[in-house]
């Protein structure tokens, strides 16, 4: 249900909504996976280098991604949290 929700109307920020292309959807999803996952694992590090890390994680886990939509992914996972 959330993944149809997340499709059709973007990811919802607080009181704004973000609409993102279709093709994007995964990518977020899966930043926000990876995201968690680098809060979990990394709790003394920097924000930037936590950024960095998963930055890193998800070109490595998708190279045909861009790189630009991977950041773009990785900032909206970190306005969803």
Same mark, same amino acid.
């Given at each position: ?13 607080? *009181? ?7 093709? /994007?959807?995964?990518?977020? %999803?899966? &930043? ?5 996952? #680098? ?10 280098? *936590? ?7 998800? /070109?490595?886990?998708?190279? %045909?991604? &861009? ?5 773009? #992914? ?8």
């Amino acid at each position: 249900m959330r993944n149809a929700i997340l499709r059709a109307i973007g990811v919802c920020l607080g *009181k704004d909504i973000v609409t993102i292309p279709p093709q /994007l959807v995964w990518l977020v %999803e899966e &930043a926000i996976t990876v995201t968690r996952s #680098a809060d979990k694992q990394i709790k003394e590090a920097s924000g930037e280098f *936590k950024r960095h890390w998963v930055l890193s994680k998800l /070109l490595k886990m998708h190279p %045909e991604a &861009a790189e630009r939509d991977v950041a773009l #992914a990785i900032e909206l996972a970190l306005r969803k949290r």
